[in-house]
């Protein structure tokens, strides 16, 4: 598939490649970007092939949130033709209700990183600002760079520092207290800082290839477990963030491991295991 703001690249490993590519405006998300991330993830809801997907960024910058020039557009009484005929949201002539659809189509972009089967693995070699740093926070593994930095951009532009999912993530990641500091003062946390509180996973030294390569490690890693237990591993992660008591994920976990203990791949897996090499599972 060929985008305007984004690179996709499917390896023959399962391995899918995101590349927000607005290197020359600091990745900055546009409303192409937008309908562009909405397109690749609708597409991987039903990718099979895709077993691991890595979110990176083009240049020094992952992503510096969105793309305030656009921004003024949206509050204008007056929308420019070109704009109308692409979003459908510019059509609408009230601006409260622009504002408003625009925001329930922006948001869905995040729940729809949860949505999709694949583990995400979000490589952050520099700034990750406003809607980049959502992007980060929606990922299932965060590795930065030294010279990685985060802040929740949106409260120092006379916005609420809670949107797309931000104050639903963060205090999930680092605990009530520290998140809201971050979201209350926007301030940039940078990548020590970051490993310190358990916003990333590690942080890598080195230039952009050697962020990359432990990216692919970790990716190798996870194309080593069952398809389908990676899968659930998944959606068991997605419903405990919500579930209401031990029972209820106990449930879920029951019935995981009756589905994946009635596959084939722990056939392949448990004879890996004893024969001490890598599983073959198949990608489907």
């Known amino acids: 598939m060929n985008f305007e703001t984004i690179k996709f690249d499917l390896r023959e490993d399962g391995i899918g490649i995101l590349t927000l590519n607005r290197p020359d405006n600091l990745n900055a998300m546009s409303f192409q970007m937008f309908e562009d991330l909405h397109t690749i993830l609708d597409s991987l809801m039903v990718n099979l092939d895709a077993r691991v997907l890595i979110l990176k960024g083009a240049g020094k910058t992952f992503c510096a949130g969105l793309d305030l020039k656009e921004l003024t557009i949206l509050q ?47 490589v952050i070699q520099g700034a990750a600002a406003g809607g980049g740093f959502a992007l980060t926070l929606a990922s299932d593994i965060r590795i930065a760079g030294e010279r990685a930095r985060f802040n929740n951009a949106f409260i120092k532009l006379g916005l609420s520092g809670s949107d797309v999912g931000t104050s639903y993530f963060l205090p999930r990641l680092i605990g009530m207290s520290r998140a809201a500091e971050i979201l209350y003062t926007g301030r940039f946390i940078d990548a020590e800082e970051a490993e310190k509180i358990g916003l990333v996973f590690k942080i890598v030294e080195g230039d952009e290839d050697k962020l990359l390569a432990e990216a692919f490690k970790i990716a190798d890693n996870l194309l080593a477990k069952s398809p389908l237990g990676l899968r659930m591993t998944k959606e068991a992660i997605n419903v405990s963030l919500d579930s209401p008591s031990l029972e209820t994920i106990i449930q879920l976990e029951n019935r995981a491991q009756t589905l994946c203990s009635s596959s084939l791949d722990i056939r392949e897996g448990v004879s890996a295991f004893f024969e001490k090499r890598k599983p073959k599972y198949p990608l489907l």
């Open 76 to 122: 204008a009484k007056k929308k420019p033709d070109d704009f109308k005929e692409k979003f459908y949201y510019f059509d609408i002539p009230e601006t409260l209700k622009s504002s408003l659809y625009f925001q329930w189509r922006l948001s869905r972009v995040i729940i729809k990183m949860r949505k999709i089967s694949q583990p995400i693995i979000a």
